[in-house]
C-alpha cells in the first residue's frame, strides 16, 4: 500500500514538473510538448467529458484495477459503466476478493470548464460481490463525493477531493461500511484525446454488523490512463 502511494504521488509530482515547465517555455521553442487541440474534458477531476464524447479509462493500484466508460449526455453530465476487481476489500489491507459493478453518474456545477476552478459531484451506485471466509458477501451501495479541480496549464489538471464510499452488505455478515476518504489528484494530457490520471484518498472505514464494529484506515492509490473516443 506504501509502495503504490509513492507511485501516485511521483506521477502527479512529475506532471506538475512537467506542467509548470510547458507554461514556462516559448510555445514555439523546440521540443514543447503542446496536446492537440480541445483538452478541456475530464475522467476524474472538476469536469466532465463533453457532450456526446466517449472516454474509457484504466486504472490499477490499490485496492485493486478498473475499468470505466463514461459517456457525455450534455456539457456537465457523464454516465457510464465501471468494473472494479479487487483484491483488498473497501480500500482496506483486508485480504478478500471481489468485484464492484457500478454506474458511475457525474455533475459539474460550475459553468465554465476551461478556465478557473471546477467543482463536480459524482455518485457510482452498484452492487459488490466479495468471497468472505468461504461465504460471498453481497452488498449494494457504492461511493459518492466531490471533487474541486483547476487545469493550471493546457496539459495538466490537478485536483482535490472527498469519496464516501458506502457498502451495505446483505448476506456475511449483515450490516454496512462507510467512512470518508480526502485526498488529491491529478491528470495529465499527453494530447488531445489521451490523459494520465493519478488519485490519492486516505480516510477511516468504519464496520457496523450483526458481530460488532471495527475501524480501519482505508486507502485509494491508483494510476490510469484514459481516451476520448469523441
Known amino acids: 500500500m506504501r509502495t503504490m502511494a509513492w507511485w501516485a504521488a511521483a506521477v502527479l509530482l512529475l ?48 485496492p485493486g484495477i478498473g475499468f470505466t466508460f463514461l459517456h457525455g449526455v450534455d456539457e456537465r453530465t457523464d454516465w457510464g459503466a ?73 496539459s495538466l489538471t490537478l485536483d482535490v477531493g472527498v469519496d464516501i464510499p458506502v457498502l451495505f452488505s446483505i448476506t456475511n455478515p449483515f450490516g454496512v461500511v462507510f467512512g470518508p476518504l480526502a485526498g488529491v489528484g491529478g491528470e495529465y494530457y499527453v494530447d488531445r484525446n489521451l490523459a494520465v490520471t493519478a488519485r490519492i484518498r486516505v480516510g477511516p472505514e468504519v464496520s457496523l454488523n450483526h ?13 490510469g490512463v484514459a481516451y476520448n473516443m469523441r
Not at 87 to 101: A, E, Q
Open 82 to 154: 465501471r468494473i472494479n476487481l479487487n483484491y483488498k476489500f473497501l480500500n482496506t489491507d483486508r485480504s478478500l476478493t471481489g468485484v464492484d459493478l457500478q454506474v458511475p453518474i457525474r455533475y459539474r456545477m460550475t459553468s465554465n470548464p476551461s478556465s478557473g476552478i471546477n467543482v463536480a459531484l459524482h455518485a457510482s451506485p452498484g452492487v459488490t460481490f466479495y468471497s468472505n471466509n468461504g461465504s460471498t458477501l453481497f452488498g449494494i451501495g457504492g461511493p459518492f463525493g466531490v471533487v474541486v479541480g483547476s487545469q493550471v496549464s493546457d
Open 211 to 223: 458481530n460488532g464494529s471495527s475501524s480501519d484506515v482505508g486507502v485509494q492509490t491508483l494510476i
Open 15 to 62: 506532471a506538475a514538473g512537467a506542467g509548470q515547465a510547458q507554461g514556462e517555455q516559448d510555445p514555439g521553442t523546440a521540443g514543447t510538448i503542446i496536446p492537440i487541440g480541445e483538452t478541456g474534458w475530464s475522467a476524474t477531476a472538476g469536469r466532465t467529458v463533453g457532450s456526446g464524447n466517449s472516454v474509457i479509462q484504466a486504472e490499477a493500484g490499490w
